[in-house]
């Protein structure tokens, strides 16, 4: 069954260091998505992405943030200058349709854990 | 205002027995899905269900939905081991676009053999 993928699986920065965190979601879809579990607490919405464009961001999704997708397969999100409060779980997912009128389910990731030290 | 919140927190239950949580959600919704997800792992897609739907299946996953109560529940029966995992429930409001899901704390179901 195809999956999302995302590397690395764990990324260790240093506060103030730049990062990007990659994603190759299911090849037929065309909406993709940042989510965001910070350790003890809900899974949380950044960012959704649709014909390269963001679609909605969250509050959290400040101008630290970007995202990418640089070719036809992958999905990236960057973190500019990473601060402590970044350390989470970091998943992408992708969905094969969107808009109020589907109700496709999202596939995530396995994530990338974010360390900040 | 807070959506999805889980019911209860943790749950511990031996093989065999059934499974039931519930969410409850403060506003109008398009849709309801369950997640699951292993630890350390990525957030796998149960069941969604349509704000005009009020009951649906899914092999040993029965899950309701009542939209006058703003709640909905999840049903394991005959659990397994494997089904330990914690469990998400995640809307999509009608005022939000396709895909900003947003998550309940979670569930936390320990299978015991």
């Known amino acids: 069954e195809p999956e999302v993928t995302q590397t690395p699986s764990h990324q260790v920065t240093q506060m103030g260091q730049e990062v990007i965190l990659r994603c190759v979601p299911i090849?037929?879809?065309?909406?993709f998505y940042w989510y965001r579990q910070i350790l003890g607490q809900k899974v949380e919405f950044l960012v959704s992405?649709?014909?390269?464009?963001?679609?909605?961001k969250s509050e959290i999704f400040d101008d630290q943030f970007s995202v990418e997708r640089p070719d036809g397969s992958n999905f990236t999100l960057k973190i500019r200058s990473t601060k402590l409060e970044d350390s989470a779980m970091y998943f992408c997912a992708s969905s094969e349709f969107g808009g109020s009128s589907y109700n496709s389910p999202l596939h995530f990731g396995n994530g990338t854990r974010l360390t900040v030290t | 205002s807070q959506q999805g919140e889980e019911d209860p927190q943790a749950l511990s239950i031996q093989e065999g027995e059934n499974a039931t949580m519930n969410c409850s959600y403060k506003t109008s919704i398009n849709n309801l899905q369950w997640y699951r997800q292993n630890s350390g792992r990525g957030l796998v897609h149960l069941i969604l269900?349509?704000?005009?739907?009020r009951e649906k299946h899914s092999g040993r996953l029965r899950v309701t939905l009542d939209t006058s109560k703003k709640s909905s529940s999840l049903l394991i029966t005959a659990s397994r081991a494997a089904d330990t995992a914690s469990y998400f429930c995640a809307t999509v409001l009608t005022t939000d676009s396709w895909g900003k899901l947003q998550f309940g704390a979670g569930t936390q179901v320990v299978v015991t053999p």
């Open positions: 269900i349509r704000s005009n739907e």
């Open positions: 992405f649709y014909n390269n464009e963001i679609s909605e």
């Open positions: 090849s037929n879809h065309l909406y």
